[in-house]
């Protein structure tokens, strides 16, 4: 059995971003030498995550409204969490309804992809150095 | 290490439609041979789901409806994702929240399961052929 | 290929609850003797969730208070699944959004975990005997 560990590191601007991770995601699986297996893309910071959607702007406006009214980011004392002084409470949130990690399948040396699917780093409390894990296993 | 790829595929008639796919993936699991390792099914499509829950028909339609409330199909003009032209904004955001994908333990040749647990695939955008997929590892 | 097996047993007090699983799925990883692989974490029972975030008691409030208002417990009628004679429909949908499973990178015998990553049972109708997997796969 192969294994290959990969970090990739994100410093967002703002707040809140999407970010397309596929080709860093590609990369490590070609340096991986994996042809199947499977490939666990996880953020390791509980205020962001790792999930597949569709690479579309519009979308991803949607996303940032749709979770800004599912956990607002104000009025930052609605937030026990904040009571720690932090102001992400939303973050951590807004973090589960997209998911910590993907889990996608290695065929043939590739990611295993539908017509779409599209690997996203979800920043919600960003403007710091935070990291994603690839974990690579297989032959 | 042994490793299997199978695609299963799906028309639902309704936009919106739970299907209990656990038939298809321990057949595809006995196919396999492997007899301890991980099962990974995911939708390939972005506006679906694979989830684990109950088989049970009142509360198929409690997540209906409040799926609904949490992402409405209508007003269209609501998600920007639909000035591409499509209708099927809240289909991505519905498929946030029930998830992409799940990974079964296999154990003694069969998916270790609790009592209820059965796999459903989560159509939010249907009345088209869609792919699920089922990779294997292990041995 | 190694391969490990383990149960981890819970019957919490209330009827809902957030418990640090972290040093048990730590102790497993050390009975499996993987150095290197996968550890998939999952909730066999389709009312709790397995996922990864804070240990903070503020945060697990604030999880507490937002679930409840995605999903009400009460009224019980509320949930057409609650015609069964449950009254645990809630529960089912609190589930979906904190997750059924977390999968885990294990690198040099290790979690592989960012700074503040742990594993959380997370309990939404409690009072009885339920069950969380442990499965890991590697060398």
């Known amino acids: 059995m192969k294994h ?3 970090e990739l590191w994100f410093n967002t601007p703002s707040r809140r971003a999407f970010v397309n991770s596929t080709p860093q995601v590609e990369e490590a699986l070609r340096d991986s030498g ?3 297996g499977l490939c666990l893309v996880n953020a390791m ?3 962001a995550s790792v999930f597949i959607n569709d690479d579309e702007g519009g979308l991803h406006e949607d996303y940032e409204e749709w979770l800004e009214k599912l956990a607002p980011h104000e009025p930052i004392k609605r937030y026990r969490h904040n009571r720690t002084g932090e102001d992400n409470g939303d973050a951590h949130l807004k973090r589960q309804v997209m998911g910590r990690e993907v889990v996608v399948a290695v065929t ?3 990611l295993d992809f539908g017509p ?3 690997i996203f780093y979800g920043e ?3 403007r ?3 990291c994603v894990l690839v ?3 297989g032959e």
């Open 4 to 6: 290959f560990r990969h």
């Open 34 to 36: 994996v042809r199947e």
């Open 45 to 47: 910071h509980i205020t």
């Open 108 to 110: 043939e040396g590739r």
């Open 116 to 118: 779409w699917e599209q």
């Open 124 to 126: 919600f409390d960003g």
């Open 128 to 130: 710091r150095r935070k």
């Open 135 to 137: 974990k690579i296993i």
